[in-house]
C-alpha cells in the first residue's frame, strides 16, 4: 500500500520552504534544491536532508522534469572519484541523512529543458519500512547555483 500526502501537507510544505511532512509516518525532508544547469546539460542533482521517525529506506525517486531518477553515492576510491547508482539508501529512526555535493545525491537524468534558478523542482520519494509498506512524499526543490 502507497501513502501520500495530503494537499494540505504539501500546501504547508511549500510555505515552509521545501520542508516535507508526512504526519503518519513523521518523515521530515528540509533544505531541498537542485543545482542549475548549464546550456545543453542532461543530468542535474538533487540534494536534501531526510529523517524517519521509524527505521525506513529511500527506495525510489521521480520527478516529471527528467527522464529518471537515480539515488548515487560519489565518493574517493584508491584516489578516483567513483560515482554509483545505490538500490535504496538506509534511513536510521531518527536521525538525519544528508544528501549533499560530493557525496550522497538524487541524480536527475535525461532532463527535459534546463533548470534555471529559482525553478522549482517537484521531486516524489518513495520509502519504504520494515514491514515493507511503502509510504510516499513529495517536496518542492528549489534550483540554486550553490549549496545553501
Excluded at 546550456?39 to 540534494?47: I, N
Excluded at 536521525?95 to 560530493?102: M, R
Excluded at 534546463?114 to 528549489?142: F, I, M, Y
Amino acid at each position: 500500500m502507497v501513502k501520500t500526502i495530503t494537499l494540505g501537507a504539501l500546501a504547508l510544505a511549500l510555505c515552509l520552504g521545501g520542508v516535507a511532512i508526512h504526519a503518519d509516518e513523521a518523515v521530515m525532508v528540509t533544505h531541498a534544491w537542485v543545482r542549475v544547469t548549464a546550456p545543453g546539460q542532461r543530468v542535474a542533482g538533487a540534494y536534501l536532508e531526510i529523517r524517519s521517525a521509524i527505521p525506513s529506506k529511500l527506495v525510489a525517486a521521480s520527478s516529471p522534469v527528467a527522464g529518471s531518477v537515480e539515488i548515487h553515492l560519489m565518493r574517493l576510491e584508491n584516489g578516483v572519484m567513483e560515482m554509483r547508482q545505490l538500490e535504496s539508501l538506509e534511513l536510521p529512526a531518527k536521525q538525519t541523512v544528508k544528501l549533499e555535493p560530493g557525496g550522497l545525491h538524487i541524480m536527475l537524468l535525461d532532463l527535459k529543458s534546463p533548470l534555471k534558478l529559482g525553478d522549482k523542482v517537484p521531486l516524489r520519494l518513495t520509502l519504504q519500512r520494515a514491514d515493507r509498506s511503502k509510504t510516499v512524499v513529495e517536496v518542492q526543490a528549489e534550483v540554486r547555483s550553490a549549496a545553501p
